[in-house]
């Protein structure tokens, strides 16, 4: 069916607090791509942007963040997830915006999304499903996805270089904040609430919307969080290392040729060699037994995992929807000869087919069910778990890994082939968008297609299967998790690949 576009020198054009900005319509959403919420000079916070005068075009996706190990190869199995890179820097506060109104008191739910690929990689363009069109034309939701700072510009401890540098440990999380307040001044004149703000993200995402909501800077500008496949417990060793901040420091600046009290020159040196002197720094490292990983730094920003610093006054008070994949990373547990495995598995998963009984993941799945005990502990506003179980008619039949639910979620299945099952993938993005979206606007997930979504209780754990035949669980995975972990394979990421070496930058 032919697509209608309109892109006018005065249409579609919305006022901003900093000046104009035109978008285009295309396909009844509004669209406006790259448009900038900051700035920030290297390692310091970001700052809005300047006012200006005439329209500035929001027609072209901003930079990524520059990527430690931006792939060389092609991507395998692109079928799943089709993906795209993007021209990279640094300087990467860019939003993007799709909505089905530009009235101002259209007041619909806004959903801000926070992209994955851990803290090192990854930008809110990479993946398919990511444009928000898809949601915004079908539920009637306001969707802004965003860029930000990551790895060594987001998370490099040098504080000790003067005042101007104290938040630089959490860089990356000061433009999630700035770019929240952008949300919250201008959103109105897209058609969004202020006041009706939900995070949500998946994988490195996910985990960035637990720590926004542990830290009191974002405090009052969103009202709902969704957290996918995203909970790792404080201090895990995939996610910080055990190489300390002196020692990281000193390799990077070593494979610079730069001296410690040599900052300002650090400063100059080309964001694409300092990522890749990184790289080298991190192999370096590795040969001396020594690791280390990109994640919010506990401190005055970001005071820490709820496990350990308890669930903060304001996130008590925020709706959260909570849930993983079944099989995440695919990686076999090693129990399905296990006689009272197999027992465990079909108490806790009636619905799931015993083939994939192999694959069922305890990593994601037993941190997300102790972040979720946590918060029904301590929380006032409601926590509703999920599953995402569905089988995928790929490779002779597959159970949904890490990301197989971001097609059905993100209403955005048809650019991702194996995500297509059929007749049944449009009654799937209806219950997982649905849900999704009933969240954002009303903070309960209840969704035609569905049963009674019931949240967790500090009596009783509810998780509703996502699939295209629902099924709403109780108390159901308590023994298996425990099981798993005690008697299963050690599991974890994938280890980091290595990359081709960098050359020490010239002077």
């Known amino acids: ?52 005068e005439g329209i500035k075009d929001a027609l072209a996706y901003g930079y990524d963040c520059v990527w430690e190990g931006f792939p060389r190869e092609m991507p395998a199995e692109n079928i799943m997830l089709p993906n795209q890179c993007w021209p990279q820097s640094e300087h990467c506060q860019y939003l993007n915006v799709w909505t089905d109104t530009l009235h101002p008191n259209a007041r619909k739910a806004v959903m801000v999304f926070l992209h994955g690929g851990g803290y090192s990689v990854g930008s809110s363009i990479n993946l398919a499903p990511y444009p928000g069109d898809g949601m915004a034309k079908n539920d009637d939701v306001v969707v802004v996805s965003l860029n930000h700072r990551l790895n060594v510009f987001g998370f490099l401890d040098v504080s000790e270089y003067g005042p101007e540098y104290k938040n630089s440990k959490d860089a990356s999380l000061a433009d999630m904040v700035l770019a929240l307040q952008w949300v919250h001044d201008n959103i109105k004149n897209f058609g969004g609430d202020p006041d009706n703000v939900t995070i949500y993200g998946q994988s490195g995402g996910g985990g960035k919307v637990c720590a ?38 000193d390799a990077i600046f070593s494979e610079l040729d730069l001296k410690r009290d040599e900052f300002d020159r650090f400063l100059e040196v080309p964001d694409f060699i300092l990522i890749r002197a ?42 959260v929807l909570i849930g993983s994949c079944f099989a995440e990373f695919q990686i076999d547990n090693g129990l399905a000869d296990d006689p009272k495995y197999m027992e465990l598995f079909k108490k806790a998963y009636p619905n799931v087919p015993e083939k994939y009984a192999h694959l ?25 778990l999920y599953m ?58 209840d969704t035609p297609g569905l049963p ?45 690949p290595k990359y081709e070496a960098a050359t020490v930058w010239p002077y």
């Open 212 to 249: 926004l909501a542990q830290s009191p800077a974002a405090d009052g500008l969103y009202h709902k969080a969704i957290i996918m496949s995203g909970v790792i417990r404080d201090n895990d060793a995939t996610a910080t290392g055990n190489a300390t901040n002196e020692e990281l420091l």
């Open 452 to 496: 009674k979504w019931e949240p967790c209780t500090t009596e009783s754990t509810k998780s509703m299967l996502l699939c295209v035949e629902p099924a709403l669980y109780t108390d159901n995975e308590t023994e298996l998790m425990s099981y798993v972990e005690e008697h299963g394979k050690k599991r974890g990421f994938r280890p980091v």
């Open 1 to 52: 069916m032919a697509k209608t576009f309109r892109c006018d020198p005065d249409y579609p054009v919305v006022q901003t607090k900093a000046g104009k900005v035109r978008g285009f319509l295309y396909d009844d959403v509004f669209t406006f791509q790259g448009i900038r919420y900051g700035v920030a000079k290297r390692f310091q916070m970001p700052e809005p942007v300047e006012p200006w």
């Open 388 to 445: 995402f179980a569905q089988e995928l008619t790929v490779f002779g039949g597959m159970m949904s890994g890490h990301g197989a639910d971001l097609p059905y979620f993100w209403h955005h299945a048809e650019p991702c082939p194996a995500a297509n099952i059929g007749p049944e993938t449009d009654k799937l993005e209806a219950i997982m968008s649905g849900a999704f979206t009933s969240f954002a606007k009303n903070g309960t997930p």
């Open 360 to 384: 069922a993941d305890s990593f994601f799945r037993a941190n997300t069910l102790v972040y979720t005990r946590e918060r029904v502990e301590q929380a006032e506003a409601p926590t509703f």
């Open 278 to 319: 990184v790289t080298r720094a991190r192999a370096k490292l590795g040969e001396q037994g020594k690791t280390f990983g990109w994640a919010p730094v506990p401190g005055d920003y970001y005071p820490g995992f709820i496990t350990k610093t308890g669930v903060s006054d304001y996130y008590k008070k925020v709706p």
